[in-house]
């Protein structure tokens, strides 16, 4: 039984179902464009429309949504189902394309114009949309709006054969010039394109419109409910119109609902694509793209996502959300069981002078609240890496990590002091001689000193050489907007940090890690030795503002 309905939607189909008699399916599709990737918007859609047909036993078609051959391509086929099928949700034999239904469309065109509710005109682009009238004027009847049913069967034949150039002519619904609604104010329903499709090759040259194509592919697929951005409810009209006026049995609903939107990024294909190409990122699944190849490269798991569609949640209001609510959700999933290893992202030498011989091996748990995953090997030896920020020169009050003179515990290993700072030329600090504590040992530790704090560090002999990519906003400003809106790209956006991982994390089968006080953290899948910072630590420590 379904849980009690959360939001107007699942509100909308109990009340049908308890009006309803007898039994009635839910069958809702998930209507990509394949002109682009997928983003964390597509997610809710994706979340919403899957769990829907699930809860009420009902089934979910993958649609691409393919009319436009210019901007589709079978790289973004590939790459949609990889990521609907990534974030969880299963097709199974419901895999269609709009494409496959063209001879059906073709023949729904030919109803229309039969019934004398459609008709071919050749007025150009421009024309059309001049003659279209505005929010306060109505439109004017296009002057071949009143051609007989012969004709427009005779041009419409002639426009799929080929015999005409792009523009040349349309296929127009004949509704309403003077409707309120611009939308009514008979719309395209099919235009002439000599173009090569992905799928259909060039056996098309006419292609028909979203609006046209939408409702008699949700009425083929016995569609129950077709669920869509708020944008489209000015289109809902024509998509009644549209069944209304075929012989086709099913009526399924269209209801909108707001789009997500995400502080800092931009979330439409169209500007993603941009980005892309003016390489401002390094791909669609850039880590800091909010695609959801993009967040899956950068370490986020499905599981943070549906989680994060479910808090956003579905309403007409306005959607624009924050990314730390984002952020919020890869954390706690990743809190929950990724294992927990040491990295240094901006490694100080700390030589300890007083420790003898070459290294020891200590263990560690991968997950202190969990067992099960075992522990790891971590090798301690006289020469360290440990984190800049972890010293401080002139520390601040309360300061509880590392300065001259003062002691801190090596996690999972001993206290160590600082001894002396061995300084460059030009002041820097380049090294720290310490002395470590050998009876402190973590676990068996009788040294009774109580040290400032704890921080992590890696043994240099055995410290694997990654970089690290760090990631802050792709935008500067919340609501990136406008024509010039790749301006405020954040250039800090990314930086790579030449930085050390324990060895043990380099030969793991996992991916996704917790790098003690640093951040989580995953394996780059292309770039060898690289590991991307999914988002920081809630507690990470800042230092106090300096005065
Ligand atoms: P984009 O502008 O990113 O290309 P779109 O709506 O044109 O978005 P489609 O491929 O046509 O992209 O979208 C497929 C489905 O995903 C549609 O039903 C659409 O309403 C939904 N969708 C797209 N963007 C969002 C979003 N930000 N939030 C929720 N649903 C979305
Ligand atoms: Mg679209």
Redesign the pocket.
């Known amino acids: 039984m379904p849980e009690p309905a959360t939001d107007f939607i699942r509100q909308q189909i109990d009340r049908e179902l308890a009006a309803a008699a007898g039994p009635s399916a839910v069958v809702t599709r998930?209507?990509?464009?394949p002109?682009?990737y997928l983003?964390i918007?597509?997610a809710?859609?994706i979340c919403l429309n899957f769990r829907i047909a699930e809860e009420y036993g009902g089934v979910t078609y993958l649609r691409f949504?393919d009319t436009n051959p210019l901007a589709e391509s079978p790289e973004y086929v590939k790459a949609i189902q990889r990521d609907v099928a990534w974030l969880g949700f299963d097709w199974g034999d419901r895999l269609t394309f709009a494409s496959y239904y063209f001879e059906r469309l073709h023949q729904c065109a030919l109803e229309l114009i039969e019934n004398g509710n459609a008709y071919v005109c050749s007025l150009s682009a421009e024309e059309i949309r001049r003659t279209r009238g505005t929010l306060t004027e109505a439109g004017a009847d296009s002057p071949y709006r009143n051609r007989s049913v012969r004709e427009n069967l005779d041009l419409f034949a002639r426009m799929k054969a080929g015999e005409f150039a792009d523009g040349a002519h349309v296929l127009r619904a004949r509704i309403d010039m003077a409707s309120p609604n611009l939308n009514m104010r008979d719309p395209v329903l099919y235009r002439i394109r000599h173009a090569l499709h992905h799928n259909v090759g060039d056996t098309w040259v006419i292609y028909p419109t979203y609006d046209f194509t939408h409702c008699i592919c949700d009425a083929l697929e016995n569609v129950t409910h077709s669920?869509?951005?708020l944008e489209?409810e000015d289109h809902r009209p024509l998509y009644d119109w549209v069944l209304g006026n075929l012989s086709l049995n099913a009526k399924p609903r269209q209801i909108e609902?707001s789009?997500?939107?995400l502080e800092h990024t931009v979330?439409?294909?169209?500007l993603?694509q941009r980005l892309v190409a003016e390489r401002l990122v390094e791909g669609w699944d850039d880590p800091r793209m909010p695609t959801l190849a993009g967040l899956r490269r950068r370490g986020v798991r499905p599981r943070a996502i549906r989680d994060f569609c479910g808090r956003v949640g579905v309403t007409k209001q306005d959607?624009r959300v924050e990314m730390e609510l984002l952020e919020f959700c890869v954390r706690q999933d990743l809190e929950e069981d990724a294992p927990k290893g040491m990295g240094v992202v901006n490694p100080l030498p700390v030589r300890l002078a007083n420790y003898p011989g070459e290294g020891e091996a200590l263990t560690a748990p991968w997950h202190p609240r969990r067992p099960e995953l075992g522990e790891r090997s971590l090798s301690f030896g006289p020469l360290l890496y440990i984190d800049r920020e972890d010293f401080a020169l002139a520390p601040p009050p309360k300061w509880r990590r590392l300065s001259l003179g003062a002691s801190v515990r090596l996690r999972y290993a001993y206290i160590i002091r600082c001894d002396q700072v061995v300084r460059s030329a030009d002041g820097k600090v380049c090294e720290l001689i310490c002395s470590y504590l050998p009876n402190s040992k973590s676990g068996s530790d009788s040294s009774g000193v109580k040290p400032a704090g704890v921080i992590h560090w890696v043994a240099a002999q055995r410290a694997k050489p990654v970089k690290l990519r760090l990631y802050e906003h792709l935008f500067k400003v919340r609501n990136p907007s406008g024509a010039d809106f790749t301006e405020s790209v954040n250039p800090n956006s990314l930086s790579v940090a030449s930085g050390f991982i324990e060895p043990a994390v380099a030969s793991s089968r996992e991916s996704h890690f917790q790098f003690e006080r640093v951040g989580y953290f995953h394996r780059d899948p292309e770039l060898p030795d690289t590991y991307n910072r999914t988002v920081t630590l809630r507690d990470s420590w800042h230092p106090p503002a300096k005065k």
Request: hydrophobic residues 25%; positive net charge; glycine residues 12%.
């Open positions: 998930f209507p990509p464009e002109n682009g983003h918007g597509h809710k859609s949504d669920l869509c951005t489209f609902f789009r997500l939107g979330m439409s294909k169209r993603l959607n």
